[in-house]
């Protein structure tokens, strides 16, 4: 089992919105939809897109690069151009810290 580290706080994460966290080493997309954070890696199986800059909608994000949808909530990807989902972590929410387990 992985340990939580903390990404960032509450605060700093809007309803809708996506942001990168760096955790050991590893690229993570966080996003904040209707009170839940979710996390996957930032990196579209595609081309390598960033995916913390894509549109939200729902729990589904798409990239920005070339329009793939991923489901933030487990990394599965929906639609393409990529064909193969990204990996999700598990998040908790402790006071304001949002911790990621990696
Ligand atoms: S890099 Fe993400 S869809 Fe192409």
Same mark, same amino acid.
């Given at each position: 089992?992985?340990?939580?580290? !903390?990404a960032?706080?509450?605060?700093? +994460?809007?309803?809708?919105q996506g !942001?990168?966290?760096e955790i050991? *080493?590893k690229?993570?997309?966080l996003?904040h939809?209707?009170g839940?954070?979710y996390?996957i890696?930032?990196?579209c199986?595609h081309q390598?897109g960033? +995916? ?5 909608? *729902?729990t ?13 909530t487990? *990394?599965? &990807? +929906?639609?393409?151009?990529?064909y193969?989902g990204?990996?999700?972590f598990p998040v908790r &929410?402790s006071?304001s810290?949002i911790?990621?387990? &990696?």
């Amino acid at each position: 089992m992985g340990q939580y580290v !903390k990404a960032a706080t509450t605060d700093e +994460l809007q309803a809708g919105q996506g !942001k990168l966290v760096e955790i050991e *080493g590893k690229e993570i997309a966080l996003f904040h939809v209707d009170g839940q954070y979710y996390a996957i890696e930032n990196t579209c199986t595609h081309q390598g897109g960033p +995916l913390c800059e894509g549109e939200l909608e *729902g729990t589904e994000v798409m990239c920005p690069w070339h329009g793939a949808r991923f489901d933030v909530t487990s *990394g599965a &990807v +929906l639609s393409p151009p990529a064909y193969m989902g990204v990996t999700s972590f598990p998040v908790r &929410v402790s006071a304001s810290d949002i911790e990621i387990e &990696v």
